[in-house]
């Protein structure tokens, strides 16, 4: 469903990706998992074809995407919903309007059409009480559960997330981590989890893939990870637990950035 291919990336003069490849299956989860700066951001951009790779090909959906033209990469990314790191809701929108943003943008629905569906995927968060609410009056977890809700609208077959628990307490990130699993569980979604948030990664993940300063040094099972005798993967690790159980959330604070 996607798979990255042999992919180096070079940006602002320094090498970012390095020979990464991924593969992941129709209606499973992959996690790339990593610290700050090992590359997982682009990782996703290259899956919207938002870059394009300096060698090495992207597939999205049986398709090499690595030439396409913007308009083509257009129905590529209509397949796509993204939550987006940065929660990045429309200050100005009413938590309604912004879930119903891409339908509007995209056309072609009655506008009971829109509410249905608005009020559909604000059910699946377990927020269609805040429909008419504006961003600034929600929480931090509400904010990322609606983020989750516009990007599960159009129904699309592949879910991206970028960092989706950074920032959340416990809590609230394991009600992100439990809608991430019920949309593969109830509709299938393949997903992308890009995250170095490590109780998030082994409860979702399916595959992982470990990226270490734009490196892959793990791909496989999360159960492999572990015991997988990587250097960097039990620094990253061990430096995790060290800072406590909530230690990869913490280092999201930090590491928000990245
Ligand atoms: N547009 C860019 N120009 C130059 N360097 C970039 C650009 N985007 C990302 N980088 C660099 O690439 C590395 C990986 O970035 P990123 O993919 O955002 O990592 P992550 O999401 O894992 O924190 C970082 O060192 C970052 O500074
Ligand atoms: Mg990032």
Redesign the pocket.
């Known amino acids: 469903m996607i798979r990255l291919e042999n992919i180096y990336l070079a940006?602002?003069g320094?090498e970012?990706l390095k020979d990464v490849s991924f593969h992941l299956r129709r209606g499973e989860t992959g996690v790339i998992l990593?610290?700050?700066?090992?590359?997982?951001?682009?990782?996703l951009r290259l899956i919207l074809g938002l870059l394009k790779p300096d060698s090495g090909r992207v597939f999205v959906d049986g398709e090499d995407i690595t030439d396409f033209p913007e308009e083509r990469l257009l129905e590529v990314r209509a397949k796509m919903g993204m939550v987006f790191q940065a929660g990045a809701l429309f200050d100005s929108m009413t938590v309604g309007e912004n879930v119903a943003y891409r339908l509007i943008e995209k056309g072609g629905f009655s506008d009971e059409e829109i509410e249905e569906k608005v009020r559909r995927s604000l059910r699946f968060v377990g927020l269609e009480e805040s429909i008419d609410q504006m961003p600034s009056e929600l929480s931090g977890g509400m904010k990322k559960r609606v983020a989750i809700a516009r990007g599960i609208v159009a129904s699309p077959a592949i879910m991206l997330y970028d960092e989706p628990t950074a920032g959340l307490d416990p809590l609230n990130s394991h009600n992100i981590t439990n809608l991430i699993k019920r949309l593969k569980e109830e509709q299938g979604v393949t997903s992308v989890v890009?995250t170095h948030d490590i109780p998030l990664a082994f409860e979702v993940a399916d595959y992982m893939a470990f990226?270490h300063d734009?490196e892959v040094c793990y791909t496989g099972k999360a159960e492999g990870l572990p015991a997988s005798g990587n250097d960097c993967v039990r620094e990253f690790i061990n430096h995790s637990i060290g800072a406590g159980i909530g230690g990869s959330r913490a280092g999201s604070v930090n590491?928000g950035a990245?």
């Not at 700050?36 to 990782?43: C, W």
């Open positions: 940006l602002g320094s970012v990593g610290a700050s700066g090992s590359g997982k951001t682009t990782a890009v990226l734009g590491g990245g």
